[in-house]
DNA sequence: ATTTTCATGATTGTATCCAATTATGGAAAA
DNA sequence: TTTTCCATAATTGGATACAATCATGAAAAT
């Protein structure tokens, strides 16, 4: 089951801007970018698909995911209901939160300016949060919606000052965290999201402005 | 894209208790079974997967997802958290409600029998009371949580006093909904996704008891 | 000039073939 | 008897061949 990692490749791709909201993903051009077959790249069409990064169309065939503002809002909405969730779960079992590992995933995003890979530490910040819940489906429910979140926040290549600021806004949950303090996290927390959610709308609309 | 069709098929197949939890899925046979060829087959099997309906393992095949407890937990919590963000959309937005929909959908549900053909009647009901919000991201992620929640429904044929018990929770909603009264709808809402949840997890502990 | 038709090519969807991996069962060794 | 090993069968994953659908563009009709 190869499919799996073609997937993340491919998102990678999309995530780095190297296919724009309503570009066409050919079959057989994609699977000889990335060295494989049509079939595992079908599948992981389809995994991206289900992840809300691809739409399909019968013999029409597959497109990066083209996001609109009432999309932002259910994504964001959604994010927060869960992600609160997660967070007064970790905080509730006695398990400590995997502090290092949070520390190490924000050094690492300020490092590095490629969408991708920014978006996938900033993942490893929220698990490190999260994972001690031991809420696996939960985590797995917020994951997607970061995922689908990933790409819109990537669109205007997610201009320079929302980017320092979403650090900040990690460094001041993971002190809060830090404190044991519930309360502090959980604010800071719905801030960061409104936040990342009123960065995205901005640069939609910025994006949509450019291309007349 | 039949793949999508062979899904369907599937998923009813296993929500009407043809496949249990945890049984193998053999490709050539349910290829044979539903009439298509591995590869489609293949896709509905990724499909479902990422409904949480399945799970595959590398060169080890598919089965039936086994649920646990946990898992139970994180579903209930999940969709409850949604479900009353829909419910509130729906009762801010002034379009109405579909309650010709609902209702057809509660009396067809009481006619029926087959767990699949209820699971949809279900689902056909919140859509009348969710539908309106316009939301569809929102929708969307709702019906995967309900199609995984509804694995955990069938599988100890859902108790009967059960399923007439949810049956009269869903017109007591309904008839909130028409008195326009959404605080006493989103009580009723939360009560029955607890009685749902307690549930099936009643029925979890059953079927592990009676295979010892 | 505009619209319609239709042949051609491009692209996706399905079936099948081959390769890679895992499961099974019996023989050999302990 | 029990365990280990290996050959064989069963099963999945990937590549390719074929069929079905869609997009195009030029020729014909209006």
């Known amino acids: 089951m190869n499919g799996g990692r073609t997937a993340e490749k491919l998102r990678d791709l999309i995530l780095r801007g190297d296919y724009q909201p309503g570009a066409p993903l050919r079959q057989t051009a994609l699977s000889a ?24 169309s019968d013999f029409r065939g597959a497109s990066v995911m083209t996001i609109d ?13 869960l992600e609160n969730i997660a967070l007064k779960s970790a905080f509730s079992k006695q398990t400590k939160l995997d502090f290092a590992k949070a520390e190490m995933a924000l050094d ?4 590095t ?4 890979a920014l978006s996938q530490l900033n993942w490893d910040f929220h698990t490190a949060l999260y994972q001690p819940s031991g809420r696996k489906m ?6 997607r919606l970061n995922r689908s979140s990933a790409l819109a926040e990537a669109i205007g290549h997610a201009i320079n000052d929302r980017i320092t600021a979403s650090a900040n ?9 830090r404190n044991d303090d519930r309360r502090g996290a959980l ?20 994006d949509k402005n450019a291309s007349h």
């Not at 009432?70 to 209901?81: E, P, V």
């Not at 690492?108 to 490092?111: C, I, L, P, T």
């Not at 806004?169 to 965290?177: N, R, W, Y």
């Open 113 to 116: 300016n490629d969408p991708a």
């Open 138 to 143: 939960l985590l797995d429910g917020i994951q």
């Open 108 to 111: 690492a995003a300020e490092k």
């Open 69 to 81: 503002a009432a999309m932002l809002d259910d994504l964001f909405d959604m994010r927060q209901a």
């Open 169 to 177: 806004e990690h460094f001041a949950i993971l002190q809060a965290c």
């Open 187 to 206: 604010t800071l927390l719905n801030e960061h999201l409104k936040a990342a959610h009123k960065g995205a709308l901005a640069s939609l609309l910025e």
């Open 33 to 56: 970018r990335l060295g494989v077959s049509r079939t595992p790249l079908r599948q992981a069409l389809q995994i991206l698909d289900d992840e809300g990064l691809v739409q399909q």
